[in-house]
T-cell receptor, first 109, second 113 residues
Framework: DAKTTQPPSMDCAEGRAANLPCNHSTISGNEYVYWYRQIHSQGPQYIIHGLKNNETNEMASLIITEDRKSSTLILPHATLRDTAVYYCIVRVVGNQFYFGTGTSLTVIP | EAGVAQSPRYKIIEKRQSVAFWCNPISGHATLYWYQQILGQGPKLLIQFQNNGVVDDSQLPKDRFSAERLKGVDSTLKIQPAKLEDSAVYLC???????????FGPGTRLTVL
C-alpha cells in the first residue's frame, strides 16, 4: 500500500520552477512526508521531508497543506540534471517507506 | 562520509540458479533495508534489520529468498532458486536506528534468463 498518489509524468522547461504534486489523504498525524528522486540506473536520492510545516533546503521546497492530505515539491530552477523519477513517500511506523510509482519529470531545454 | 556499498552491480544467471548480493551500510547506521525494484515500479521493501535482528520480513518470499546480517553491519541477500520474475534491481539502504532518512546504495541489477 503506497499511501500516496502522484501523476505519472510531467514536463518542465529548463530554468522554470517544477511543481510536483502528491496526494496522501490517509496520512496519520505522526507520519512524515518524504521526497526522493531516482536518476536512471542509480539508487533513490533523498531530497527533503516534513511533518506539518513547509520546509526548504538547498535542493527544493516542500509545501504541505494545512490538512496534510497533500503536498507539493518545488524545484525552483529546474535543470536538465533534474530529469528523474520523483517519489513522494509517507514514512510509517518503524521508519518504513512505501514507494508508489512516482512522477517521471522531464526537463526540456 | 562513505555511502552504502553494494556488490555486484550486475548479475546474469539462469533460472533455478542461486545468487547472492552483498551490502555494506553507512558506518553507524543500525537499520538496514533490502528493496526489490521491478522495471517501471517503485522500490518494494523486502526486509528490514535493526542491528542483527529482523524487524519486518513480511514481504520477503521466504520459500526462495533469505537474508542475514550476522554481525549487525554487512548484510547478504540470497535467492535460491531464482525465477524469471526475480529479474529486478535489488537496493540496499540504511538509516540511523529506526529513524530518519534512508540512504540508498547504487543497487544490483539481476537478470534471470
Amino acid at each position: 500500500d503506497a499511501k500516496t498518489t502522484q501523476p505519472p509524468s510531467m514536463d518542465c522547461a529548463e530554468g522554470r520552477a517544477a511543481n510536483l504534486p502528491c496526494n496522501h489523504s490517509t496520512i496519520s498525524g505522526n507520519e512524515y512526508v518524504y521526497w526522493y528522486r531516482q536518476i536512471h540506473s542509480q539508487g533513490p536520492q533523498y531530497i527533503i521531508h516534513g511533518l506539518k510545516n513547509n520546509e526548504t533546503n538547498e535542493m527544493a521546497s516542500l509545501i504541505i497543506t494545512e490538512d496534510r492530505k497533500s503536498s507539493t515539491l518545488i524545484l525552483p530552477h529546474a535543470t536538465l540534471r533534474d530529469t528523474a523519477v520523483y517519489y513522494c513517500i509517507v514514512r510509517v511506523v518503524g521508519n518504513q517507506f512505501y514507494f508508489g510509482t512516482g512522477t517521471s519529470l522531464t526537463v526540456i531545454p | 562520509e562513505a555511502g552504502v556499498a553494494q556488490s555486484p552491480r550486475y548479475k546474469i544467471i539462469e533460472k533455478r540458479q542461486s545468487v547472492a548480493f552483498w551490502c555494506n551500510p553507512i558506518s553507524g547506521h543500525a537499520t538496514l533495508y533490502w528493496y526489490q525494484q521491478i522495471l517501471g515500479q517503485g522500490p518494494k521493501l523486502l526486509i528490514q534489520f535493526q542491528n542483527n535482528g529482523v524487524v519486518d520480513d513480511s514481504q520477503l518470499p521466504k520459500d526462495r529468498f533469505s537474508a542475514e546480517r550476522l554481525k549487525g553491519v554487512d548484510s547478504t541477500l540470497k535467492i535460491q532458486p531464482a525465477k524469471l520474475e526475480d529479474s529486478a534491481v535489488y537496493l540496499c539502504a540504511s538509516s540511523l536506528e529506526g529513524q530518519g532518512s534512508q540512504y540508498f546504495g547504487p543497487g544490483t541489477r539481476l537478470t534471470v534468463l
